[in-house]
């Protein structure tokens, strides 16, 4: 029985499964999203948000720690210069789950893990969509 046990299953052997997470975790960093089972979303968004949350800090020693996790220098570098600044007033969550369905070949359950919109995207996209709105009801009124 796995009674409290707190991590999720994936069926691996451990120094897979921290191989498989950090490529993971530098795969979101780089595309933004990531297709794969809810289990291993689960996995690689708590690893994910804490890798963002030790690069909100910004020093050399938290560079140094994400790096020994993920291995790969150009996400690390994308990581701090590029997602950390866009987060810095978020308090975490910085992840989402969109569930797909099953998989064709073996029913998985599938999922899409994707990296939230920042505030200043967020707040750019309802502006940029109220723009064309607000120009349509002008012209209506205009007729």
Do not use: W
């Amino acid at each position: 029985m796995r009674h409290r046990a707190a991590t999720f299953k994936i069926n691996r052997s451990s120094s897979h499964v921290r191989s498989l997470l950090a490529n993971a975790v530098c795969s979101l960093i780089e595309h933004g999203k990531i297709r794969t089972t809810i289990v291993r979303a689960k996995r690689i968004r708590q690893l994910a948000e804490q890798m963002i949350t030790k690069a909100k800090e910004g020093s050399l020693h938290s560079r140094r720690l994400v790096l020994a996790k993920l291995h790969q220098e150009t996400q690390v570098a994308r990581l701090f210069d590029v997602l950390a600044p866009q987060y810095k007033n978020r308090q975490g969550g910085y992840t989402r789950i969109y569930k797909l369905g099953p998989r064709i070949g073996d029913a998985a359950e599938m999922s899409i893990l994707a990296l939230v919109e920042t505030d200043e995207e967020a707040a750019a996209s309802k502006a940029a969509a109220a723009a064309p709105a607000a120009e349509a009801s002008a012209a209506e009124e205009a007729k």
